[in-house]
């Protein structure tokens, strides 16, 4: 489920202690910010080089690259992150809806 404010999206992802949203990227920074509980983030490169990694609690945020490969994992049960971004065209314009270019969020 996804969320709107203006042309800012939010996406809440719940975790439980444990549960891993897979390393994955996306072509723009994005703010991940968590809402409850405490998450684990892992960001590297292609080759897989950890590039940081620390541990971020409710209330806490932090800024993802993009490009960067980042890996969220739940340390405590019922933990929530929400990502928080603008949809955007396959040139990087921000629009108010998505557009249905998929490879902006691979």
Known sequence: MEYQSG???????????????A??????DHTTFV???SVHI????????VLWEKTFKAGQWVLVK??????????????EFVCI???????GDVVLEYNGF????M
Do not use: M, W
Not at 7 to 21: A, E, Q, S, T, W
Not at 23 to 28: D, L, P, R, V
């Open 7 to 21: 042309n800012i999206f939010l996406r809440p992802n719940p975790l439980d202690k444990g549960d891993v949203c």
């Open 42 to 49: 892992v960001t590297s490169d292609e080759a897989g080089k």
């Open 85 to 91: 971004y603008s949809h955007r065209t396959p040139q």
């Open 102 to 105: 998929d490879d902006a969020y």
């Open 66 to 79: 993009a490009e960067l490969l980042h890996e969220i994992t739940g340390l405590e049960d019922n933990s």
């Open 35 to 37: 809402t409850r509980g």
């Open 23 to 28: 390393g994955h990227k996306h072509n723009f």
